[in-house]
């Protein structure tokens, strides 16, 4: 009524089969899932706008402790909402905003949002073009933040500034347990960046989850890695897939493998290992390691 905005009847559908669960009983620890690519019901996608009116309903309601309001059109405007409500709503420990059109600046919000709220756990801003700006306000959060425990920034056109302040802060930050870099924009053939995050792997104690999809990595960057897996005993899932990692790569990977026992999980798709990098791996995983569970390596 303050706005004589029209309500969305997306919007409105989603809460009235919120306000059912509710009358049964069912109210507790619920994720409102208002996602723009569902396909099973008439879809008329979320504003900037029309989160103003969602943001004021989730401030005063304890029981959603969840929000999914991917593949919307909330852009900066509803990202500035979004800040809002991670400053004011004490409950909500998930985000998805996965691909909202939100830029540099809508970023910036949310990250400066987040250096106050102790209640938030998982943030998928994935497909958001935040760029290089945003990032690095994402990397001077997890200095100040001590509560989130998963950051989803793939796709994001992270720059490689923004990359290495991530691997910089991930050697102090113990709270984070997984993080997604997939797709940064990189030039340059040094492989700096997989330098960084090497060494952050040597210093950190707590990343369990690591994704660095489409890094340009090429044997050198994966041995960086490799090198640091020696000394590394808490990682479990390892993304280095869709890059340009060979059979000579493999080599050390296997010898890692040898010893490492924490590793359950390894992402190799879309890199040219070829027969022979599949059998160093073999041999490895036949004769040394019984700990990994999953090793994907398909399109070889």
């Known amino acids: 009524m303050k706005k004589s905005q029209k309500i969305n009847p997306f919007i409105l559908h989603i809460l009235q089969e919120v306000d059912e669960e509710c009358k049964k009983g069912l109210e507790k620890r619920i994720t409102l899932t208002i996602a723009g690519n569902n396909r099973l019901v008439p879809v008329e996608r979320v504003t900037g706008e029309d989160f103003w009116l969602l943001s004021r309903i989730l401030k ?11 593949y919307n059109l909330l852009r900066d405007v509803g990202a500035y909402y979004a800040a809002k409500l991670l400053q004011k709503q004490l409950y909500l420990t998930y985000l998805n905003l996965m691909f909202n059109d939100i830029g540099p600046d809508g970023g910036e919000m949310i990250a400066k949002a987040l250096h106050k709220n102790t ?27 001590s509560s989130l425990e ?16 991530f691997a910089t802060v991930l050697t102090q930050n113990q709270a984070i347990k997984g993080i997604n870099l997939n797709r940064p924009i990189l030039y340059g053939e040094q492989e700096e960046s997989t330098v960084h995050i090497g060494h952050m792997l040597k210093e950190n104690h707590c ?37 340009r990692i060979t059979h000579d790569g493999m080599v050390f990977l296997a010898d890692v493998l040898k010893s490492n026992i924490t590793l359950e999980v390894i992402d190799l798709s879309f890199n040219r290992i070829e027969n022979a ?24």
């Open 150 to 165: 998963k950051l989803d920034l793939g796709d994001c056109d992270l720059g490689m500034q923004s990359v290495i302040a």
């Open 207 to 243: 990343l369990v989850e690591l994704h660095m999809c489409k890094h340009n990595m090429k044997n050198c960057g994966l041995k960086q890695l490799c090198d640091a897996l020696y000394l590394n005993s808490n990682l479990r899932y390892l993304d280095v897939s869709c890059n």
């Open 277 to 300: 990098g599949a059998k160093y791996l073999s041999e490895t995983l036949a004769s040394h390691n019984r700990s990994l569970k999953a090793l994907v390596w398909f399109h070889i």
């Open 60 to 70: 005063t309601t304890p029981y959603i402790d969840g929000l999914d309001i991917r």
């Open 119 to 145: 209640t938030l756990k998982y943030l998928r801003m994935t497909g958001n073009k935040i760029e290089n700006k945003g990032g690095m306000f994402f990397a001077a959060m997890l200095q100040i933040n």
